[in-house]
């Protein structure tokens, strides 16, 4: 945050996800903060929604990668999350969030008990109200994805 705003004269307080992986609970704890919105306070969820695989990171970052056919599934993984955070109707959106566990690579992108990277979106998506908006950066040659909402 220091990068947003060097004089660090704004509050901050981390609230951390739990490891039980649960959409629900997550969502339940983004729906708790959204109060906060009215006063001004941004709900900010940290983390690397697109994919967060060590193992992949690792081989693609020392050009050992011979899996030709990842970045189709990373893309097919970016594409189920954006139809999830796009969806205007906030019952929808939920109900879309609460199997993503389902979705095509979802054991790929986040393997079980890293989804630590991935759960911030869902207290961001539980506290956010439309649809989210996005924005796309690049990392290690694939398309990484951010959502937020105004």
Same mark, same amino acid.
């Given at each position: 945050?220091?990068?947003?705003?060097?004089?660090?004269? =704004?509050?901050?307080?981390?609230? !951390?996800?739990?490891?039980?992986?649960?959409?629900?609970?997550?969502?339940?704890?983004?729906?708790?903060?959204?109060?906060?919105?009215? !006063? /001004?306070?941004? =709900? =900010?969820?940290?983390?690397?929604?697109?994919?967060?695989?060590?193992? =992949?990171?690792?081989?693609?970052?020392?050009?050992?990668?011979?899996?030709? &056919?990842?970045?189709?599934?990373?893309?097919?993984? /970016?594409?189920?999350?954006? #139809?999830?955070?796009?969806?205007?109707?906030? &019952? &929808?959106?939920?109900?879309?969030?609460?199997?993503?566990?389902?979705?095509?690579?979802?054991?790929?992108?986040?393997?079980?008990?890293? #989804?630590?990277?991935?759960?911030?979106?869902?207290?961001? #998506?539980?506290?956010?109200?439309?649809?989210? &908006?996005?924005?796309?950066?690049?990392?290690?040659?694939?398309?990484?994805?951010?959502?937020?909402?105004?």
């Amino acid at each position: 945050m220091l990068l947003v705003n060097p004089a660090a004269n =704004i509050p901050i307080v981390q609230v !951390s996800v739990t490891s039980d992986e649960s959409a629900s609970s997550h969502l339940l704890m983004g729906r708790a903060l959204a109060r906060l919105r009215d !006063s /001004n306070v941004a =709900i =900010i969820g940290s983390g690397f929604a697109s994919f967060h695989n060590l193992r =992949i990171m690792r081989s693609i970052m020392s050009g050992t990668s011979n899996d030709p &056919k990842f970045p189709e599934r990373n893309a097919e993984w /970016n594409c189920a999350v954006t #139809a999830a955070m796009t969806e205007t109707d906030g &019952k &929808k959106r939920e109900d879309q969030l609460s199997q993503w566990r389902s979705w095509a690579n979802a054991y790929e992108m986040h393997p079980r008990g890293g #989804a630590e990277h991935f759960l911030p979106l869902l207290v961001a #998506a539980g506290a956010g109200e439309g649809a989210a &908006k996005s924005y796309t950066d690049e990392f290690l040659g694939l398309d990484m994805y951010s959502y937020y909402w105004d």
